[in-house]
C-alpha cells in the first residue's frame, strides 16, 4: 500500500466547554468516548458529508479511530479522532466533527475540544504525560496555541505537554 501524505489539521476549536453543548438551546451533554466499530463504517462516508477517509483510517493496524457520542445515545457520532499511541506520545493523525457539528448551521459545540482532551487523557493512561503531537495546517498554528495551548515546534508540528493537557482534561473530564 502506497503510503499517504500526512496532512495538517485544520480542525476549529469552536468552544472548549465541559461536554459538548446545544448551540441553540446551551444545555449541556456528557458524552463517552469509544472505539469506532466495524459497522459505524456504514454512516461515517464523502457521501454523507465526512471530509476524511475513516475507513482507511480504520483499516491502519497502528491507529486507533474513536468516538465521540452522547451518553445513553451511542448510535449517533458527534465526531471522530484517529490516533496512534507513539513511543513517548500520542499523535493525532485526524479529528473530525459529524457533517452536523459544523459550520453556522451547527447542532453541538465543544466536539473537537472533547476529542483532543481525549488524546491528552489517553497519553497520561499509556504513560506519555499528557503528551500530544500532531501536524497544523499553517494558517491555523497561532489558533491552536490559543485554544489548546498547544505550542508550535516547528514546520507545522504542534506539541500539547503535560500543563495544558492536564487543562484539557480537567475541562472535559471531571472524574
Not at 444545555?27 to 465526512?50: E, H, Q, R, V, Y
Request: aromatic share 10%; hydrophobic share 35%.
Amino acid at each position: 500500500m502506497k503510503d499517504r501524505k500526512e496532512i495538517g489539521l485544520d480542525f476549529i476549536i469552536d468552544k472548549l466547554t465541559n461536554s459538548i453543548e446545544n448551540v441553540v438551546t446551551g444545555d449541556s451533554f456528557a458524552t463517552d468516548i469509544s472505539l469506532l466499530k466495524s459497522t459505524d463504517l456504514k454512516n461515517i462516508s464523502k457521501k454523507k458529508g465526512w471530509l476524511f477517509d475513516w475507513k482507511y483510517e480504520f483499516k491502519q493496524p497502528e491507529r486507533d479511530v474513536f468516538k465521540l457520542t452522547i451518553v445513553n445515545n451511542s448510535e449517533i457520532i458527534q465526531g471522530l479522532i484517529c490516533v496512534e499511541v507513539k513511543e513517548d506520545h500520542v499523535y493525532m493523525h485526524l479529528v473530525e466533527s459529524s457533517p452536523f457539528n459544523k459550520g453556522k448551521t451547527k447542532v453541538y459545540s465543544g466536539v473537537p475540544g472533547n476529542l483532543v482532551a481525549f488524546a491528552c487523557k489517553l497519553s497520561f493512561q499509556r504513560g506519555h504525560d499528557g503528551n500530544v503531537s500532531f501536524l497544523s495546517k499553517s494558517q491555523l498554528v497561532e489558533h491552536y496555541e490559543k485554544t489548546l495551548g498547544a505550542f508550535h515546534f516547528g514546520g507545522r508540528i504542534m506539541i500539547i505537554e503535560t500543563p495544558s493537557a492536564l487543562k484539557l482534561i480537567n475541562k472535559y473530564f471531571k472524574d
